[in-house]
């Protein structure tokens, strides 16, 4: 589970600090422009680093310095607990003149306070000793290789590597597919081929899926793939009437793109709770969960993707829907503000702020986002 995030640099966050200690969900609220999505960027900078090995340039560019000032050294540092451990991890980028693209200035993990490995530029030192020299422009974390054994390198790795970090646009979402990936985009296009490498791989998790989608489409019954094409694969989904009463119709059978954008989204969310294991929890980032629901929808949505996350994993959301917001505590909640596009963005949460009456109108009348 993440305790700590700490950006420095990056887009609109200058000595930027989101302290998620002891919090298995948390809500982001705030006006457009405050920072929401830059803090999904931010954690997609650690999840590319953990799926690498690749370079720098695919991570971050120039631009992404804050205001362009390059002098200054860009920090990214997590601090998470994972089987009972405290992991620290921490990378910093420098941006020399005459240079083309950024390279690393620094590097660290650190387990229970004691370093595994540390960097200054292209020098790693292990814990045991060993130092070896690298490319300024790949990180360290994904080519160390660990003893038998040994796993906190690996355990990091695979922790982000399968971070789920979703805006997804269901209208990308076709329901075909051509070949199997553990790697979901974070617009969901590649949902079909996510979940066929999912029952290959776990073909129980069928009934976790199937269960979760009939508690909120009520008649849905059973979903399958069928081939198209030399190697491609439809996901189609059935549904039938419930119930006592004998003249009921008889099933129907849609392809899943014919699917509403909401009905898209509770597939995300039952296959998000399918694959949350206490030996591989999961970490899910969705940034408006809520923007294809209908009202009645997302009480249930939300609250769902709260218990499958407390359970084992850690989920976080953020959201400009009332009903959204009013499912999260105000220690839960935290408030990201930017007065204008110079400045930087402030997190706060929201117990910290003093309001009147109803947390909405709260908001309506500027007295929490600004």
């Given at each position: ?161 399968s971070a789920i970090l979703l ?146 994993g850690q989920f976080l959301a ?53």
């Amino acid at each position: 589970m993440i305790e700590r995030i700490y950006v420095h640099n990056y887009r609109c966050f200058e000595n930027f600090t989101l302290d998620l200690t002891g919090r298995k969900s948390a809500l982001i609220i705030g006006k457009n422009g405050a920072g929401k999505s830059t803090l999904m960027n931010a954690l997609g900078v650690f999840r590319s680093i953990c799926r690498g090995p690749n370079l720098v340039k695919e991570w971050i560019d120039p631009s992404d310095f804050t205001q362009n000032r390059t002098e200054i050294p860009m920090r990214f540092e997590v601090d998470l607990t994972l089987t009972k451990k405290r992991f620290h991890y921490a990378i910093a980028f420098e941006y020399p003149l005459g240079f083309h693209q950024a390279r690393i200035l620094d590097e660290e993990l650190l387990v229970d306070g004691k370093a595994v490995f540390t960097r200054e530029r292209n020098q790693v030192s292990l814990h045991n000793g060993p130092t070896f020299g690298l490319d300024w422009h790949v990180a360290a974390l994904p080519i160390i290789n660990e003893r038998p054994g040994e796993g906190p390198v690996q355990q990091l790795k695979s922790y982000f590597a399968s971070a789920i970090l979703l805006s997804p646009v269901p209208g990308e979402m076709s329901g075909f597919a051509e070949e199997e990936s553990f790697e979901l985009h974070v617009n969901a296009s590649n949902f079909t081929a996510w979940l066929n490498a999912v029952l290959i791989r776990y073909p129980a998790r069928y009934n976790d899926i199937a269960n979760y989608l009939q508690l909120v489409i009520p008649d849905f019954a059973s979903f399958e793939f069928v081939p198209r094409g030399e190697r491609g694969k439809q996901l189609r989904v059935q549904f039938e009437e419930r119930g006592m009463n004998t003249d009921t119709k008889p099933p129907i059978t849609l392809d899943f793109k014919k699917l509403s954008d909401g009905e898209k989204c509770f597939f995300l969310s039952a296959l998000i709770a399918a694959v949350n294991r206490p030996d591989s929890p999961v970490f899910c980032f969705w940034d408006e969960p809520d923007s294809h629901l209908s009202l009645p929808e997302i009480n249930h949505f939300i609250v769902a993707l709260r218990r499958l996350t407390n359970q084992h994993g850690q989920f976080l959301a953020t959201s400009h829907h009332p009903e959204a917001i009013r499912r999260f505590s105000d220690e839960n909640t935290f408030v990201f503000t930017r007065n204008s596009h110079l400045e930087p963005t402030i997190v706060r949460p929201l117990s910290e702020f003093s309001y009147s009456g109803d947390l909405i109108e709260a908001i309506l009348r500027n007295e929490v986002i600004g």
